[in-house]
């Protein structure tokens, strides 16, 4: 269009001017914005972005702030996205500086991340999505993520955003304040994140502590899947804290009622029991008596008898009667004999012996009188 045209319809390429939606078509827009004629605003000038109708931007009623594109006869072209973009890089340089956190809407996933729309087009690539591996982002869509700009190129038109900086100063601030809150002794609850061989790591509300598989359970543990699995809720007690290194070591044990809990219920002093021997050292034998309890029958107490060894009468895996001379819950200790089982029942077999004999010289007394008396007739 000729000078004198723009200048009869007042208006020209650059200008900015404000709006009304009048109508939506299919691939465009109508805008009252005070002069002759209805502006227009084609579909690729409504957004920064890709869309499939104005609807998905705009509405009927809409009051908008545009830039003139083109001014042609009596049709003048407007642009939404030139506007938005200007306004957007002013924002975006000042939140780059200043390092912000804000939240964006994810408008499209495409092969390598995720496209945003903050004013101009935005990407987040996948590798700065998470901390973590996802395979596939199709549940993205439309999500609200936390963000912060670390490229932002104003020329090349190129804004990269990271949604995982911002989740790994969450973390970093969350595992700080734990390790400085955090004392050996403290009972917390956790979930199973990481099965090892050598343990499990469990997620303490924003920082992993270490249980290492002989803190796992009272009794033996071969592979720490035996008892727990991978999300998992459990209790734990703290270990040791190394602020220094970042490291928590955690106990499930600990928390956990042990095999000693109730012993004086299950055993007492003067009991006779059956034991499998576990240990043979030199000064004695530790004995089975119940899962996970073992007493000691001391060398002394193992015959009735002197020996030199445990080895000369027993042998690990060995089942034995045992009889209950001590137990102590606070010290974890059972005493045990096997020489006082020994030493009864010998004289349970002298009583029987001497019962027995004095039996017979009854019966041979009563034999001699009855031929006494056959004789004396």
Do not use: C
């Not at 700065?128 to 932002?152: G, M, N």
């Not at 303490?204 to 899947?225: K, R």
């Not at 021997?277 to 030199?282: C, P």
């Amino acid at each position: 269009m000729s000078e004198t045209n723009q200048e009869n319809l007042n208006v020209n390429v650059g200008d900015t001017v404000t709006g009304t939606v009048v109508k939506i078509e299919d691939n465009h827009v109508l805008v009252d914005f005070g002069f002759k004629t209805e502006g227009i605003i084609p579909i690729s000038e409504l957004s920064n972005l890709h869309i499939e109708t104005p609807h998905e931007v705009v509405q009927v009623g809409d009051e908008l702030t545009l830039s003139i594109k083109k001014v042609e006869d009596d049709e003048v072209v407007l642009s939404k996205k030139t506007v938005d973009r200007e306004l957007a890089w002013g924002e975006l340089e000042e939140k780059f500086e200043r390092g912000d956190v804000f939240d964006v809407q994810v408008k499209e996933v495409v092969k390598g991340g995720l496209v945003v729309d903050i004013g101009v087009r935005a990407f987040i690539p996948a590798s700065l999505v998470e901390t973590y591996f996802v395979d596939d982002f199709a549940s993205y869509q439309d999500r609200t993520l936390s963000v912060k700009i670390t490229e932002l190129d104003k020329e090349q038109h190129r804004v990269i955003l990271s949604h995982r900086a911002v989740v790994e100063a969450e973390q970093a601030s969350k595992k700080n304040q734990i390790l400085q809150s955090i004392e050996v002794g403290q009972v917390l609850e956790g979930t199973v994140q990481r099965i090892t061989d050598f343990g499990v790591f469990v997620d303490i509300g924003g920082m992993d502590g270490l249980v290492h598989i002989s803190q796992l359970s009272h009794e033996h543990v071969s592979n720490a899947t035996e008892v727990v699995s991978e999300g998992d809720k459990v209790k734990v007690e703290v270990l040791s804290v190394d602020r220094d290194n970042e490291r928590i070591s955690l106990s499930r044990k600990k928390v956990l009622p042990g095999p000693w809990e109730n012993i004086e219920d299950q055993i007492k002093p003067g009991q006779v029991v059956e034991g499998t021997v576990k240990r043979l050292v030199n000064f004695g034998a530790f004995v089975e008596v119940l899962p996970n309890i073992e007493g000691l029958v001391h060398i002394s107490q193992i015959a009735n008898r002197h020996i030199s060894t445990p080895q000369e009468v027993l042998e690990v895996g060995q089942q034995v009667t045992v009889k209950v001379l001590d137990v102590s819950k606070s010290d974890e200790r059972i005493s045990l004999s096997i020489r006082e089982i020994e030493q009864e029942q010998e004289a349970k077999e002298f009583k029987q012996y001497e019962k027995d004999e004095e039996q017979s010289s009854f019966q041979f007394g009563d034999l001699i009188g009855d031929k006494l008396n056959k004789f004396k007739q």
